[in-house]
C-alpha cells in the first residue's frame, strides 16, 4: 500500500518552508515511523553530492538527516543552478542535462533552450517528478514533500511541477506555511487560498504559522476568523527561534553582506577568538561551507563586501561560485582582490573553496561556465584551471594535517596542480590553501587542526575546543526542530491528513484562479 504523504507550501519564498519540513520529519522518525522528504523543483546554489554522486539540494539532504535516511536524487529530483537572471542549469536526477532561460525552462514544452534543451520539456519532467514522489511514498510510512515559493504564482501555475501540480498529480493534502515576522499573514492565507483554482483548493487542508513572537492568546481570534472566512484551520503556531542553524536553500534569496555567525554553545576556550571574513561573492554556492568554523566556540565569522570589513580577519575564505569568472571580476572590482594579493605577500591566512581555489590560481581557461576564454586568476597559487564540459560530483576522502577528513565536490573546473603543498587535492602555498572540496571543514579534528595552523599564522591566543562535535550540533538543530513540531503543532491533526488526505467538504474561497 502506498504510504501516506503532505506537501508544505508557503505564502512567500523563505516563509520557513524546509524548516518546517525538516521538523516533521524529524518528529515523525522519533514516532517511529518510516519517513522520507521530497521536493520536486529546487532553485538553489547550495547542493549536496549523494554516496552514489548524485547532486540535490542542500536542504532535501539536511531534510533527509531530519528523517534519519540516507539522502537520494529521488528526495529532489529536479535542480535548478542560477547562472545568471535569465538562465540556469538544470538537473535532472542528479545529473545536469542543460542550460535552460527561464521563458524557456517555464515554457509549456520547455521552450527555446539556453544550450541544451531539456529532454521532453516540463510535461516529461512533470512524469519524472511523480514517479519519484510514487517511488518513495511505495517504501516509505510517509512522505513529507515542499513546495517552492508560493502555490499561487498563478502567472507559473500551467506548468508547475513543484506546488499545486504535484499536490494534484499525487493527491496530496497541503498545509501552508506564513511567516507571521514579515506581516500581513491572515492576508496571506487568504488571498493565497482564494487565487487557487477550485481542485487546488480542494487539496488545501488548512495553515500553519511560523515565527510568532508573544502571546499566543492575541493571535487566536484572527485564526478564529479565518477560519471562517476559509473553512480551515490552523495546524500550528511556531514561535521564533534564534539559532537555527540549519542549511539554508538559497543564497540568492538572502543578503549575507554583514551576516555574522557565531558560536553560541559555549565561551572561548582561549584567551582569543578568531574572526573570519567570507567574501560575499556573486552566485555564491555551498556558503554553508563555513557553518562548521562558526560552530567553533571563539570562532567569529562574517560575510563581507569591502576591503576595510576584512582589516581586522584573521583568515578571508573565498567560497564557492556558480560564476569564477565573474567573481573573480567582482573581487577586482571590489578591491579586495587587492586585499587578497596583500594579505598572501604578508603570509595572512587566505582559503579558497571550489570556484574560491580556482579563482586564487594563475589561469583559467573557461569556454563552459562562462564562455571568457583565457583569463589570468589572482596567481595566488600555482594552478591552472581548465573548465570542462563534464562535471565533477563525488565524496572524496583523505587526511590533511595529520587528520582524517571527507568531503564533497561539484565543479566544471578541472585544476592542474603544478607546485606548493598537497591539500585535499588541491594545494597550499605559504599562508594560502585550496580545495574543491565542499564540507571538508565539518570534520571535527581537521577544522580544529586547520583553525590552530590559522591561529600559528596570525599570533592569536586561539584554544580550540577539544569536543566540538559538528554532527552532533546537527542533530541538537534538527531535534530543536521536531520539538517545535511537537510542541506547538497538532500533530494528531497532522498525521490524520498524511494518512487520509484532506476533508472532502473543503469551502471553496472565492474569486480562484484566473
Known sequence: MMGGGLLVAGTTSDAGKSVVTAGICRWLVRQGVKVAPFKGQNMSLNSFVTRDGAEI???QAMQAQAARVEPSALMNP????????????????????????????FGPAGGPAAGQPVPGGREALLGTVVECLE???????????????SPAEINLRRTDIVNMGVARAAGLPVVVVGDIDRGGVFASFFGTTALLAPEDQALVAGYLVNKFRGDVSLLEPGLDMLRGLTGRPTYGVLPFQHG??????????????????????????GAEVLRIAVCAVPLMSNFTDVDALAAEPGVVVRFVDRPEETADADLVVVPGTRGTVGALRWLQERGLARVLRERAAEGRPVLGICGGFQLLGAHIEDEVESRAGAVDALGLLPVRVRFAREK?????????LGERVEGYEIHHGVAEVLGGEPFLDGC???AVWGTHWHGSLESDGFRRAFLREVAALTGRRFVAAPDTSFAALREEQLDRLGDLIERHADTDALWRLIESGPAPDLPFVPPGAP
Open 78 to 105: 529536479v535542480l535548478l543552478k542560477p547562472g545568471g537572471d535569465r538562465t540556469s542549469q538544470v538537473v535532472l536526477m542528479g545529473r545536469p542535462v542543460g542550460e535552460m532561460s527561464a521563458r524557456g525552462f
Open 428 to 430: 597550499r602555498s605559504g
Open 135 to 149: 517511488e518513495l511514498r511505495a517504501t516509505h510510512d510517509a512522505v513529507i514533500c515542499e513546495g517552492a515559493g
Open 244 to 269: 537555527l542553524g540549519i542549511d539554508e536553500e538559497d543564497g540568492l534569496r538572502v543578503s549575507l553582506r554583514g551576516t555574522v555567525r557565531e558560536s553560541s554553545v559555549a565561551p572561548p576556550a
Open 392 to 400: 565533477t560530483l563525488g565524496r572524496p576522502s583523505g587526511t590533511a
Open 57 to 59: 539540494g542542500r536542504a
